[in-house]
Every structure is written in structure tokens, then in C-alpha cells.
């Protein structure tokens, strides 16, 4: 290595350092944000007919929040002496299509979950994770 090459990769260096440096300022000058006064609202129908029940949520974010929503979760995990319940006419969105409540779970799911059909809002994502939540994520900004 000439002492040129020695030179460019100690510059190299210090720039890295430099922007690393700027960067960590960066993170800790701002305030992290936080949410206040978030709403939750939940509601239940039973469909006599179906003999299916549907859950609707809202969430509200209120201006005082200087954070996002970006997802909510719910336990959809199997409680113990639970009844059966159908996995018949559940579906899940997936991308321009959907899935069956079957379907979606994943593989290597950790406990047994209740059978569960979900909704999105638009551009949002929806699925079942191995842990037995139903979850909905945002789109990023």
C-alpha cells in the first residue's frame, strides 16, 4: 500500500466518523415522540344467521400526539376450554387477493388460534403471527 493509498483510507475514515458522529447528534437533538390521548373504540354484532360474530375498531390519534399509529394487534390466541368455533367463509387480504383463515396462519405458529376473518383499511396490511395475534400495519409515510 503507498503512503497515497494510506492517506485516502485514513481520509475515508475520518469521514466516516464525522457523518457517524452527525448522525448520533442528529438522533438525540430531537425529542422522541409520543402519543396522547389515543381512542379506541370497539364494537360487536353477532349474525343470527351466519352464527358468525364481527368485531369493528376505530383509532383516533389526537393532535396532541407528536407520533403515529402505525399498527394495532389483537390476541386472537385459542383461550383454554374454549368451544370450536368454523373456519368456514373466514377470509384475510393478501396483496390484490385473499386467503382463508387457514391459509394464513403461519406454519410454525406457537399456540392455537381462534378462527378469525379480517378487513383493512386502504393501502394498510393485515395478518396472523405466530405468537396468535391478528395484526394491521400502516403504511409508511
Not at 407528536?66 to 387480504?93: A, F, H, M, Q, R
Request: net charge neutral.
Amino acid at each position: 500500500m503507498t503512503m497515497r493509498d494510506k492517506n485516502h483510507c485514513w481520509m475515508l475514515i475520518l469521514i466516516s466518523l464525522i457523518l457517524t458522529a452527525t448522525n448520533i447528534q442528529n438522533v438525540f437533538a430531537t425529542e422522541p415522540p409520543y402519543l396522547s390521548n389515543i381512542e379506541i373504540k370497539a364494537s360487536i354484532n353477532f349474525n343470527a344467521q351466519s352464527g358468525l360474530y364481527s368485531y369493528q375498531y376505530s383509532i383516533k390519534n389526537s393532535q396532541d400526539s407528536t407520533g403515529n399509529l402505525v399498527g394495532l394487534d389483537i390476541d386472537i390466541s385459542y383461550p383454554s376450554g374454549g368451544g370450536i368455533l368454523s373456519k368456514e367463509e373466514l377470509s384475510i387480504p393478501y396483496g390484490k387477493w385473499s386467503r382463508t383463515f387457514k391459509q394464513s396462519v403461519p406454519q410454525y405458529a406457537k399456540v392455537t388460534m381462534i378462527p378469525v376473518g379480517m378487513e383493512r383499511p386502504d393501502k394498510w396490511i393485515v395478518g396472523i403471527s405466530v405468537y396468535g395475534t391478528a395484526g394491521w400495519g400502516a403504511p409508511l409515510p
